[in-house]
Every structure is written in structure tokens, then in C-alpha cells.
């Protein structure tokens, strides 16, 4: 019954790696983000895909690459992780993207620590 | 300047206590804002709208100051539950270019 689910909810892995994170919504959402939770609780847009389309791409490294295979899927891939990657990566999804009424629906997270 | 400001606090009050946090936004042009609250280690969750003239949920009330730019939030009544990150939200419009905006968010711990 998981609304927004995101895995894995916790990532340990060594600089200079490759890694994913998935994320889907039951919703029937047609946007999805990822939001990016530093250590100091900053939480900062990194990307938003509506219907499979990318409509946000913050400055973010191009080592981040977005996929959304359809609109119930945003996966993130990471490559060559460094230390400052470290960071709580939320993954949310809303409704009436641009409107007053947007809102937004966030998964539980996952933890990454790069070592 | 932050797009959103607030005092990340912590606000330490005992229950029952009345407490109030502010918060202001930089863009003027802004459509929309929020309150959202996250528990320690969990995902943000909204916990109301803000609109022009005010508006009450409960024991929160939330206003908006739109010549001053500020937003503020009052809960009423604290309880040990409400202990948790006040995040304001804003939606700086641009028809959907941008994404809701969070600030850094206010601590409250309520204590017995």
C-alpha cells in the first residue's frame, strides 16, 4: 500500500563506485522528483520528470542520471560517488504540477554513505 | 540570500506551551506555501496549506504576510507528538519550471 517506495533505504559503498536507486508511485502521479537532503536538513531539488519528460535539471553533477521508464518510475543513478554525494535522497511524486494545489508525496528515503 | 529563510531553532517548550515559528521567501511572484513537518530520520509529510487569509487545523494555525513576505505557524497546546522539523514549502510559480522550494526547517522539541 507503499504510496511513493524507494530502494534501497539504506546505501554503503566506497568512493569511485557506480550505484542506483529506485523509486515508484502507485499514485497515478504524472510528476516525480528527487530531492536531496544534505547534513545540514537542506532539502534541495535535483530533478523532476513529468511523464517520462525531464522539466527540472538543477545544477547538479552529470555524474546524477535520471531515467524514467514510465510515469510510475524515476530511478537514480550515481556514477563515480564521492565523498560529498553522502547525503538522504528522497524520491516524491504530485498532482497538479504548477498549480496552487501541488503537493507532494515523498518516500521514506535512502540513507547514502560514501566512505 | 536563501529563497527560504527560517530559524532552525531548536525551540524547546514544555507541553501545553503555545509556540510560533516564521518564516520569509525572497520571490515575490511566489503562488503557494506550505507547512510540512518531518520526523526525525522520516520523509516530510504536509501538514497544511497556507492561505491568504489564514486558516486553522486543529491546534495549528497557519497566516500568510504577503507584503512582508513571511509565513508563520502556531501550534497551540503543545504535545510531546508535535516534536518534530517544521519545513516551510513554497511554490515560486513559473507555471511549473520550478519545484516547491523548502526551507531548512525549525526544530521543536516538546517536553514533559
Known amino acids: 500500500d507503499t504510496a511513493v517506495s524507494q530502494t534501497p533505504k539504506y546505501l554503503v559503498t566506497q568512493m569511485g563506485n557506480d550505484k542506483s536507486i529506485k523509486c515508484e508511485q502507485n499514485?497515478?502521479?504524472?510528476?516525480m522528483y528527487w530531492y536531496k537532503q544534505d547534513s545540514k536538513k537542506f532539502l534541495k531539488i535535483m530533478f523532476s520528470y513529468n511523464n517520462k519528460e525531464l522539466i527540472i535539471n538543477e545544477t547538479v553533477p552529470n555524474r546524477f542520471s535520471p531515467k524514467s521508464p514510465d510515469k510510475a518510475h524515476l530511478n537514480l543513478h550515481i556514477n563515480s560517488l564521492e565523498l560529498g554525494d553522502s547525503a538522504v535522497y528522497f524520491c516524491a511524486s504530485s498532482q497538479a504540477r504548477g498549480t496552487t494545489n501541488e503537493k507532494l508525496f515523498f518516500g521514506s528515503g535512502t540513507q547514502l554513505s560514501v566512505l | 540570500r536563501k529563497e527560504v529563510e527560517q530559524d532552525p531553532g531548536p525551540f524547546n517548550v514544555p507541553e501545553g506551551a503555545t509556540v510560533a515559528f516564521n518564516c520569509t521567501y525572497s520571490n515575490s511572484a511566489s503562488q503557494s506555501f506550505f507547512w510540512y513537518r518531518q520526523d526525525c530520520r522520516k520523509e516530510p509529510k504536509l501538514l497544511m496549506s497556507?492561505?491568504?487569509s489564514g486558516n486553522e487545523d486543529g491546534r495549528f494555525t497557519a497566516q500568510l504576510n504577503r507584503a512582508s513576505q513571511y509565513i508563520s505557524l502556531l501550534i497551540r497546546d503543545s504535545k510531546l507528538s508535535d516534536s518534530a522539523t517544521y519545513l516551510c514549502v513554497v511554490n515560486p510559480g513559473e507555471a511549473g519550471r520550478r519545484a516547491l522550494t523548502f526551507g531548512s526547517g525549525t526544530r521543536l522539541q516538546v517536553q514533559p
Open positions: 499514485l497515478g502521479h504524472d510528476t
Open positions: 497556507v492561505y491568504s
